[in-house]
């Protein structure tokens, strides 16, 4: 799926970086880009990685993607901060039935 995902990426913006979080979390950060101008590309990959199929041992499984997305903000002490809120965003997300793209 990382393939998928800098595919998309490096199609758009190459100055845009995905970075591995642990277990199945990643994250991409969007240099420059305020929220709303990461949305039309947050999409198309979400949309690119929920219609992937892999083959794993000749049975094809079904990829979906949770998302949060947020942006750092002049409120943010740190950047746990932004780091927190993008969190429960991807929560919420989960929480909500999956394969959703959730906002803050």
Request: no cysteine; net charge neutral; charged share 30%.
């Amino acid at each position: 799926m990382v393939e998928v995902v800098q595919t998309v990426l490096a199609k758009n913006d190459k100055s845009i970086k995905l970075y591995r979080t642990g277990g199945e979390e990643f994250n991409i950060i969007f240099p420059h880009y305020h929220v709303k101008e990461t949305q039309a590309i947050v999409k198309e990959i979400f949309e690119a990685v929920n219609h992937t199929e892999v083959d794993v041992d000749k049975n094809k499984i079904h990829i979906t993607i949770s998302v949060g997305v947020s942006e750092i903000s002049k409120k943010d002490v740190s950047v746990n901060d932004f780091y927190s809120r993008v969190d429960k965003a991807l929560y919420h997300s989960k929480r909500n039935g999956r394969k959703e793209i959730t906002i803050i």
